[in-house]
């Protein structure tokens, strides 16, 4: 199935109109999770609008709300009260079942653990998303090939997830994510696990992504990698602490370029 330009399933007149220039918004975002008769507040009543095609960096301290904000702007999670908006579309009312279509038709999710299935080959973990869209095998075949050529590992296509290094699963994973043509891409510290070579040949793919006009936003603790964005904004205990635009964003393909080659023979 192909999207429709608004985020939503099926494309209508309303739909259409609906159609606005934050692709994010949420309003008094608040998340609490209750375990036994404690209560955790992850999210404090969070005001925060993201525009079409921005790069973000999300930052801040373990347990200051980030992974909480991610999984709920993925679908993934429900906040307890507020409101959030993806283009225009008050996600806050879906059923279950319309979450899971968009997740599927316009999100990509990215994690730090790569959560790649082990036991099949880098083309059929890239496929998965087209298979729950009901793509016909050799349509799906093909568009996987072409995500993983978008992420330079066209030539590791037949490799399982054991037998590439940590760089290339997550190329893997960015192809997932990428191969059904999403608006949004959200990456939870998707260079967290990476030596600095890896983590810049994935923020060269983001740049490429942002440059193609995707809505990206990415979790991180490196503050050199947050710089590759457009905008960083802070969490603290559930709360945006500072939100400022990066006035001079690194380039990674120029940081590539300048880094050592690895040593191949070794
Ligand atoms: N499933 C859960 N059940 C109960 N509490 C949770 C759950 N998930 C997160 N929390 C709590 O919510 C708060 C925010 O957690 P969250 O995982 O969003 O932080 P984070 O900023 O992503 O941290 P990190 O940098 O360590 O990944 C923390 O106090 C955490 O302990
Ligand atoms: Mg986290």
Not at 78 to 88: A, F, H, I, K, V
Not at 122 to 148: C, M, Q
């Amino acid at each position: 199935m192909e999207l429709d330009g608004s985020c939503c399933v099926k494309t209508t007149k309303a739909s259409l109109s609906r159609r606005c220039k934050q692709m994010i918004k949420v309003r008094k975002l608040t998340k609490i999770y209750r375990m036994g008769k404690v209560e955790v507040p992850a999210l404090r009543e969070v005001d925060l609008d993201i525009p079409k095609g921005q790069f973000v960096a999300i930052m801040g301290p373990s347990g200051s709300g980030k992974s909480t904000l991610m999984n709920i702007l993925g679908c993934l999670d429900r906040p307890t009260s507020g409101e959030y908006y993806l283009d225009g579309d008050d996600v806050s009312k879906k059923s279950d079942n319309q979450l899971a279509e968009i997740r599927n038709q316009c999100i990509g999710f990215i994690f730090q653990s790569y959560n790649l299935l082990s036991r099949i080959d880098a083309t059929s973990n890239v496929e998965l998303p087209l298979i729950y869209r009901g793509v016909p095998p050799r349509e799906r075949r093909d568009r996987a090939i072409k995500a993983l050529e978008a992420v330079g590992l066209a030539r590791r296509a037949g490799h399982k997830p054991n037998e590439m290094s940590g760089g290339e699963q997550q190329r893997v994973a960015i192809a997932r994510a990428i191969v059904g043509g999403p608006k949004v891409i959200l990456a939870d510290e998707p260079t967290g696990n990476l030596d600095s070579r890896s983590g810049e040949e994935i923020m060269v793919i983001f740049q490429e992504l942002h440059r193609q006009g995707i809505t990206i936003v990415l979790v991180t603790h490196d503050p050199d990698i947050a710089r590759h964005s457009e905008r960083i904004i802070s969490l603290k205990d559930g709360r945006i602490l500072s939100d400022e635009m990066v006035q001079d964003p690194l380039d990674a393909r120029e940081l590539l370029a300048a880094m050592p080659q690895p040593d191949v023979s070794a």
